[in-house]
C-alpha cells in the first residue's frame, strides 16, 4: 500500500488503535479496522470512548453559528449570545487553564503535520498527566511539547527534537537553548513519572521524508533503504544516521548533492553530518 498523499510505501498497521498510518507524512489512510485475531465483543472499551478528548469539554459543550441572511441588529445579538456561550463553557480556572493547554497542543500538532488521532492521544496523555500533577510547577507550553515528541516516538512518526523546539521558539518566543534544555527536562520527568519508554527509532522512518525535502530520485532512496538495513537500536542519532545514507546513497548512484544543502534542509550541522557520512562509508566490521 501506497500513501496517496506523499507516495511513500511507510505504511504500518496500528492493531491497538484500528489504523493504517503514513510514518512519512502523518496521514491516516484508515481507520476504524478490525483486527481479525482480537475477540469481538459487545460491550463498551476500556481505553478511547466517543467523546473528544482533545476538547476541554470532551466535545458535550454546544456551537451554533450565525447566519448572514439574518437582519444586522439579530447578527449582533446572537454574536453576543455566542461570545457570552463560550465564556461559560469554561468558568473555573482548571477549566480556563486545560482549555489552553489543549489549545497549545492543538497549534503544535497543525505545525508538525499529525493527524487528529495522534493529538487526541496527546490530549488524553495531558489529561493523565494534570491528573496525576505532573504539570504542577511546569511550562504548559513544555509539557504539551514533550507529549508530542513522546507519543511521536512511540507511535513511529519522524519527528526530531528539533522539529519541536522550532514550534517552541515561534510560538512562545522561547530561545532555542532554553527550549532544548526544556523539552529534554521535561519529557525525562514525564517519561520517568509515567513509567514510559521511548522506542529506539530507526533511520528507515526517516528517509522517505528526507528524500521527499530534497527531491531525490527513485533509485537514491531505495539504495539509502537497502543501507538503512539492521541500523535500528545502534544508540546514535537517528535522523542524522538517515541524512549521512542519503548523502552516501546520492554519491554511489551519481546524483549531485551538496552537503551543505543536506544539512541546511534537514536542520542539522555541517560537520556533523559529514562525519557521519565517513563513518557509514567504513566497512562495517561483522558482530561477534
Request: glycine share 6%; charged share 30%.
Amino acid at each position: 500500500m501506497r500513501c496517496p498523499s506523499c507516495g511513500s510505501s511507510r505504511v504500518v498497521e496500528d492493531s491497538v488503535r484500528g489504523e493504517r498510518i503514513c510514518t512519512s507524512c502523518g496521514l491516516v489512510l484508515m481507520e476504524h479496522l478490525v483486527h481479525p485475531s482480537l475477540p469481538y465483543s459487545e460491550e463498551e472499551p476500556t481505553g478511547f470512548s466517543g467523546l473528544d478528548e482533545s476538547l476541554h469539554d470532551l466535545g458535550l459543550g454546544t456551537t451554533f453559528r450565525v447566519s448572514r441572511d439574518l437582519p444586522p441588529d439579530q447578527r449582533a445579538r446572537l454574536r453576543r449570545m455566542r461570545f457570552l456561550q463560550e465564556r461559560s463553557r469554561a468558568v473555573r480556572w482548571h477549566e480556563k487553564s486545560l482549555r489552553e493547554a489543549l489549545i497549545q497542543v492543538e497549534k503544535i500538532c497543525e505545525d508538525l503535520s499529525l493527524p487528529q488521532e495522534i493529538r487526541r492521544e496527546i490530549s488524553h496523555l495531558y489529561r493523565r498527566c494534570r491528573k496525576e500533577g505532573l504539570t504542577r510547577g511546569q511550562k504548559s507550553c513544555l509539557v504539551s511539547a514533550s507529549l508530542v515528541f513522546a507519543v511521536c516516538r512511540l507511535r513511529g512518526l519522524p519527528r526530531t527534537e528539533r522539529e519541536v523546539v522550532k514550534v517552541l521558539v515561534e510560538r512562545e518566543g522561547m530561545a532555542e537553548r532554553e527550549a532544548l534544555r526544556g523539552l529534554r527536562r521535561v519529557t525525562k520527568m514525564i517519561l520517568r513519572r509515567m513509567n514510559l519508554k521511548l522506542p529506539p527509532s530507526s533511520p528507515a522512518l526517516y528517509v522517505d521524508r528526507f528524500a521527499s525535502q530534497l527531491n531525490l530520485p527513485t533509485e537514491v532512496v531505495r539504495r539509502a533503504h537497502e543501507l538503512c538495513a539492521g541500523r535500528e537500536g545502534e544508540g546514535k542519532p537517528a535522523h542524522l544516521v538517515a541524512a549521512a545514507l542519503l548523502y552516501n546513497a546520492a554519491r554511489e548512484r551519481g546524483v549531485k548533492l551538496p552537503l551543505r544543502r543536506v544539512a541546511k534542509e534537514i536542520g542539522v550541522g555541517v560537520s556533523s553530518l559529514c562525519r557521519f557520512s565517513l563513518r557509514e562509508r567504513e566497512p562495517r566490521k561483522p558482530r561477534e
